[in-house]
């Protein structure tokens, strides 16, 4: 990688800064996503929001657009303020694309979910990103689909999720293109979560469900995550007061701090 940065015409006209290479102990081609968020080399070096990108990224979006849509409807104003409670405060962006197009990949996995509508920005062009934009209230691939539908022999839909958002939208020929905008506030919640491997599958899945399944930011030590009170290595029993609770309440998740889906 290193030599690459170094000798490839389209990494050596890279702006700087340059990029740095991180090796953390135990990393390894098994390793999922979310899991290299809980390694230590990792948190440490994380001070702010991220931008987390595929392997083999292939994108006909700029990355400022995308910047600007989450910023726009997913960062905090206390972010662009440096204050002490952003990391806190700001949402998630993602991108998924469709795969039904003139030249479709044959045997190309899909993903299973369901939107919900934002409220649109007249003010923005037609062609705005923004105009692409909804709010991710299920997500999982196509085969869990499958595979729980064959099980339970229906499609099990809970009636909290047609309470909380009647005007749900179902999408199942959409890809996950693997990348995200996530807050500072998620490698904390990864590290509360030691069963959550991947970023795309476990981390945004159950994060769109803790927005209206009554209970599940609790269990999930999300309510607390967003609270800023966190468990310590040190000492099981101390905690971090970064930032004050959640406007209303500590159960409901604000509008900010959904996961917001674009469709390319």
């Known amino acids: 990688m290193a ?10 006209s890279l702006p700087y800064p340059r990029p740095d290479l991180l090796s953390p102990h135990g990393l390894d081609y098994n390793t999922g996503t979310a899991e290299i968020l809980r390694l230590p080399e990792v948190r440490d070096i994380i001070k702010c929001d991220l931008v987390v990108l595929p392997c083999d990224l292939v994108c006909e979006i700029g990355g400022d657009k995308l910047l600007q849509a989450w910023m726009v409807k997913a960062a905090s104003l206390p972010y662009f303020l440096n204050e002490d409670a952003a990391p806190y405060c700001s949402g998630g962006l993602g991108v998924w694309y469709e795969t039904t197009t003139v030249n479709p990949v044959k045997g190309e996995e899909t993903d299973f979910l369901a939107t919900t509508p934002i409220s649109r920005d007249l003010a923005s062009p037609k062609n ?14 196509t085969d869990s689909l499958n595979d729980l539908v064959e099980a339970k022999n229906t499609l099990p839909l809970r009636h909290g999720l047609l309470r909380k958002h009647p005007r749900l939208k179902i999408l199942t020929t959409h890809r996950d293109a693997h990348i995200y905008f996530l807050p500072k506030w998620v490698v904390d919640f990864v590290k509360e979560n030691e069963k959550l491997e991947t970023i795309g ?3 945004v899945g159950w994060w769109a469900k803790a927005t209206w399944q009554t209970g599940l930011p609790e269990k999930l030590g999300l309510t607390k995550v967003l609270q800023g009170r966190t ?6 029993s101390s905690t971090r007061e970064d930032s004050p609770p959640p406007r ?3 159960i409901e998740l604000s509008r900010k701090r959904q996961f917001t889906l674009y469709e390319s």
Do not use: K, R, W
């Open 3 to 12: 030599s690459a940065l170094n000798t490839n015409p389209f990494l050596t």
């Open 128 to 141: 705005s990103i923004l105009q692409h934009l909804s709010y991710l209230a299920l997500s999982m691939p």
């Open 201 to 203: 599958e476990d981390v």
């Open 231 to 236: 468990t310590s290595t040190e000492s099981t």
């Open 248 to 250: 209303g309440g500590a």
